[in-house]
């Protein structure tokens, strides 16, 4: 009979985890359970990550408590056997898929399960919490889940994305055309007007082209003639190693 092992509001099956193929369950002991099963689930309940263990058929076989604590997941609903559909009803129910439908949600999952392909989604959840949701095939035929709390880093990088625009609106309002090139010559950011100004093609010369690839578009749009592309390309060089004098 499975039989659950419960330490310091630490949540894990010693069932469950013979079931994943981690140990095997044996009698409860007296007193402090010191044995490898209680320091399995004390390992997996002490890692900052989530985690969800699922079978060959799609079954929860194995959890740790940061996936509750986490997902807002109470013990009475995750348990070992649950199928992975009734989860994600759950977790939609839950409000953890705002403005999707459940059957769409299955769907897709069920799609991309069906690839044996790692794959992951970033996921607001109804508490505001930020998580990566990854899912990795097993050898089993099972996957393992894991959930990460990116809530600060989504923050950052909001406040990155906004600075970036406003960086950008501060180019584009600038009289002259600008351009920043990186120390392997590659183009890091230009303006509108440096666009404009040289008649060069946007689809073409934005950030990531090179100072020879530049120079060759150059040629392709007429600016220069009778020079090959190796000469323009160490005159631009030139300049920029000067300084742009």
């Not at 099972?142 to 990116?150: A, F, I, N, S």
Request: charged share 25%; net charge negative.
């Amino acid at each position: 009979m499975a039989r659950m092992a419960i330490r310091e509001g630490r949540q894990m099956t010693e069932w469950g985890m013979a079931k994943a193929g981690v140990l095997e369950a044996g009698p409860e002991p007296d007193g402090p359970d010191r044995s490898p099963h209680a320091l399995y689930a004390a390992a997996l309940d002490a890692v900052a990550h989530g985690l969800c263990v699922f079978d060959a058929e799609l079954r929860v076989a194995l959890f740790n408590q940061p996936l509750l604590d986490l997902l807002g997941f109470s013990r009475d609903i995750i348990r070992i056997g649950l199928p992975l559909r009734d989860l994600l009803r759950y977790a939609t129910e839950l409000g953890n898929f705002a403005g999707l439908d459940f059957e769409d949600i299955w769907r897709d999952r069920t799609e991309r399960l069906g690839r044996r392909q790692a794959f992951s989604a970033r996921q607001v959840l109804t508490n505001g919490r930020v998580v990566t949701i990854g899912y990795r095939p097993a050898i089993n035929g099972g996957w393992v889940v894991t959930v990460e709390d990116v809530t600060e880093q989504h923050r950052l990088d909001g406040e990155l994305n906004e600075q970036v625009a406003r960086f950008r609106l501060a180019l584009d309002t600038m009289s002259g055309g600008i351009a920043m090139y990186g120390a392997d010559e590659r183009l890091l950011v230009c303006n509108r007007q440096y666009i404009a100004c040289f008649n060069f093609d946007p689809a073409v010369v934005k950030p990531g082209i090179s100072l020879f690839e530049l120079a060759r578009h150059c040629l392709e749009r007429g600016l220069y003639t009778g020079i090959p592309v190796e000469e323009l390309y160490r005159e631009a060089r030139g300049r920029l190693d000067s300084g742009g004098n």
